[in-house]
């Protein structure tokens, strides 16, 4: 089974992210993409966030539409 990280809703607590993320809430910000929560800042930075990160990595297999 694969994990894929999952997108953490803006409207979630940063608090709540920052634990979810393993950083500071002051290190939360949006995701370039999906204007989720990631780890915006710091030197660990990721502008896109984990689930963009892995979708794009992904083979593209998936067949339905949209
Ligand atoms: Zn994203």
């Known amino acids: 089974m694969e994990e894929?990280?999952?997108r953490?809703?803006?409207?979630?607590?940063?608090?709540?992210?920052?634990?979810?993320?393993g950083c500071?809430?002051?290190?939360?910000?949006?995701?370039?993409?999906?204007?989720g929560?990631?780890?915006r800042y710091g030197p660990t930075a990721q502008?896109?966030?984990a689930a963009c990160r892995a979708a794009e990595a992904a083979p593209s297999a998936?067949?339905?539409a949209g």
């Open 8 to 21: 953490i809703d803006p409207s979630t607590d940063r608090a709540a992210a920052a634990v979810l993320l």
């Open 62 to 64: 998936d067949g339905s």
């Open 4 to 6: 894929m990280p999952r």
């Open 47 to 49: 502008v896109v966030c």
């Open 37 to 39: 929560l990631t780890r």
């Open 24 to 35: 500071t809430p002051n290190q939360v910000g949006y995701c370039a993409r999906c204007q």
